[in-house]
């Protein structure tokens, strides 16, 4: 296994002693990203927030902050990940306002229409079905509710040469900025927006829960 597979499979699901190094490695190299993506999305004092793929957990403390009288909500399949997403946000745990769980974007452990947004950030290369896990998020959050995919490569960017050799070396997904954009539509949001940074080769498609339709009564 070549050192650049080794450690793709590190950023796709972190684990022992290095996985927590990637881990933290995340929370520092995602940061620019990270406040690039959330830039475009309306967040709320009070919303209740979903970080899924959450990492090393910088964003949940930054999503903290930004919704002070909210919760925030993290999950990741990898263990080592949480455990230095718990070190990270330790006080803001023991003061209730975070709350971590291990599993899975493909069966969301919590209830329909929980939460008033969704972030999930450099993740997406390793979803072999993006449609039907955008359809889970979707299910999750509420009328009217934002989701948010943001991510630090899309076909089409400026490092399309550099990040097709990462992508054909662990079979990953990569979207075009056009294809974001209708798997969104595909995965049943409305008002959907995709914006792209082409300088430094960043995307961030969002989609909207759209709210139930009224009944009309007879009159």
Known sequence: MSFLSRKLKQCRKPAGWLGEVTARNMNSGHAKLTIWGLSHLPIQKDDIILDVGCGGGATIGRL??????GKVYGIDYSESSLKVAEKVNKDLIE?????????SVSDLPYADN???LITTIETYYFWPDM????????RVLKP???MAIIAGAYKGGQYDARNLRWIKEDNLAYYSEKEMGEMLYEAGFVDVQVYTDF???WICGIGIKAAPKRKLLNV
């Open 114 to 116: 929980t939460f008033n």
């Open 199 to 201: 300088q430094h080769g």
């Open 95 to 103: 003061a209730g306002r975070v709350e971590l769980k291990q599993g």
């Open 144 to 146: 009217e509710g934002n």
């Open 64 to 69: 903290a902050q930004t919704a002070p009288d």
């Open 131 to 138: 449609v039907a896990y955008m359809r889970e998020m979707r």
